[in-house]
């Protein structure tokens, strides 16, 4: 099971979901306080395992209501996604990848570790 890792710098929060091998799957948006980066990640653990796909890199793609992981292409040719929630809309984007499957199985892994815990605070 991964975590999620919770970020402050200068009263700002974001929060980074680190899988079980130790790699971040995604940073989140900046959040203006802790307790809406807590409401962030509560989002993300209802809301990601039932997501649909939506890739914008195919021809006529179909838009797809959110929760859901939208799929970009760099103009270095690299992929990424963003994920939407419901509630807070675009909240999440993972790192690049030159491979569009091995950013499909990035989904797939936060879509098994969006369930894991908050890290505990290190002081």
Not at 8 to 22: D, H, I, P, T, V
Request: with cysteine; glycine share 6%.
């Amino acid at each position: 099971m991964g975590q999620y890792v919770i970020n402050e710098n200068k009263g700002k929060y974001l929060f980074n979901l680190c899988s079980s091998n130790g790699h971040i799957i995604g940073t989140s948006m900046v959040f203006p306080s802790r307790e809406e980066c807590m409401i962030g990640i509560d989002c993300v653990t209802r809301e990601a395992e039932k997501a649909t796909v939506e890739d914008t890199t195919v021809d006529a793609f179909d838009r797809q209501p959110a929760p859901k992981f939208r799929i970009y292409e760099t103009m270095s040719g690299n992929y990424f996604f963003r994920f939407f929630t419901t509630e807070n809309g675009d909240i999440f984007q993972s790192h690049s990848y030159p491979k569009k499957e091995s950013l499909l199985r990035r989904i797939e892994r936060m879509r098994n570790e969006c369930t894991s815990p908050v890290a505990a605070d290190e002081y």
